[in-house]
């Protein structure tokens, strides 16, 4: 299945107190839509529902990690225009998330990933455990019952056709995205939300957020490397394709796919990190669906499944090793694809060349040799 992701931030925030939108206000340094985006980078299309007065500063910041959108009237008008975005793409199912909760656990979004394969939608929640009371000019007024009662946080998933029709369908003024479900009749499953999770609301909430972010930092930081190298021979054809850029050559590489031996070397190197073996485990050449496949959807899955498992790419370096052909006329758009690819930005990606100084079989021209290092942050 393929998956898109809606962050919604086209809100002012009001009851965060006096200054700029909160999403736009600085947590660790950076703004608070800014970590909200990395949290879902490399999970699939990003979509960001912004105020129309914020899309040049978006663009500027993370034009080229998301596709910006210009928000509704109200909230289920913001969520109903990037729907519409997506009309017509390949996507098969959706996480609506706040642009205000920045600091969502991998766990959790995995979560409701998971509950989608056998639910049209999903969403993560946390169960009331404090009393509940009814209170009228400051004084307590009654009590409630709290079993049952959950308290509802984001990313909430849907299968795509389903919510885009429940959203056609509905008048507005729903309080979330499964409300709307729920009125056009859809079952949606519980999962574990996260403390963490929380949606800046209050101006205090902006200090419990830096010390979660330091707790992460300073304690579950997880880094992982992995390394891959791959080779492809030079058979007959007009061009290479390299980290997938098609490179004007005299001859072609040989492979069961499309032979980008910089894209697989990058890809082994992912799967490396996360201890899952190489490309030919997850994509067999045995089996005859993958002949000729575009090794982006090789990357695309490792850098999903890396997203999946809760990392995040810090960088990535990949080293193309021939005589022929040269390779830095075509470095930056190499570089730019890949993080395209990955969801990240492109001064993370590192792609060069080099020769064996005649030596050996890239030496003699007979094929290309990749190798590539990738370091993956878990917070």
């Known amino acids: 299945m393929t998956t898109a992701v809606i962050i919604v931030a086209a809100g002012r925030g009001t009851r965060a107190g006096e200054g700029e939108p909160k999403q736009w206000r600085p947590l660790a340094g950076e703004p608070v839509l800014l970590h909200t985006l990395r949290a879902f980078q490399g999970m699939g299309r990003i979509v960001v529902v912004l105020h129309p007065d914020d899309m040049a500063r978006a663009a500027a910041l993370f034009g080229g990690l998301a596709t910006l959108v210009a928000g509704g009237a109200d909230r289920a008008g913001s969520v109903r225009n990037a729907l519409d975005t997506l009309e017509g793409s390949e996507v098969t199912r959706v996480l609506i998330h706040d642009g205000a909760r920045p600091l969502v656990p991998g766990p959790v979004i995995a979560g409701v990933l998971s509950a989608l394969d056998t639910a049209p939608a999903a969403a993560p929640a946390l169960a009331v455990t404090d009393a509940l009371w009814l209170g009228t000019d400051g004084h307590v007024a009654g009590t409630r019952d709290r ?71 300073g ?112 470095a930056l758009d190499m570089a730019a694809t890949l993080a395209r690819i990955m969801g990240i930005a492109a001064d993370r990606v590192s792609v060069k060349a080099t020769t064996s100084e005649r030596l050996g079989f890239t030496g003699r021209e007979e094929g290309i040799a990749a190798i590539a290092t990738v370091t993956l942050i878990g917070d």
């Open 147 to 217: 079993s049952g009662l959950y308290r509802a946080q984001t990313p909430q998933g849907f299968r795509f056709p389903e919510i885009l029709a429940a959203h056609r369908a509905h008048p507005g003024g729903a309080a979330d995205d499964v409300e709307v479900a729920r009125a056009a009749g859809l079952a949606v499953a519980i999962v574990p939300g996260s403390e963490d999770n929380l949606k800046i609301t209050w101006p205090g909430d902006f200090a419990r957020a830096e010390t979660i972010l330091a707790a992460r930092k």
């Open 219 to 330: 304690q579950n930081m997880d880094i992982r490397t992995g390394n891959g190298y791959d080779v492809h021979a030079f058979t007959e054809g007009d061009h290479v394709t390299l980290c997938g850029v098609k490179v004007p050559h005299g001859k072609g590489l040989l492979g069961h796919s499309d032979a980008d031996v910089g894209m697989h070397a990058l890809t082994d190197a992912i799967y490396g990190a996360l201890a899952e073996g190489d490309i030919g485990r997850h994509f067999p050449p045995s089996d005859p669906q993958w002949k000729g496949a575009a090794s982006e959807i090789f990357l695309d899955h490792a850098a999903k499944l890396a997203a999946a498992r809760g990392y995040r790419v810090s960088n990535c370096d990949v080293t193309l090793i021939c005589e022929r052909p040269k390779i830095g006329p075509f």
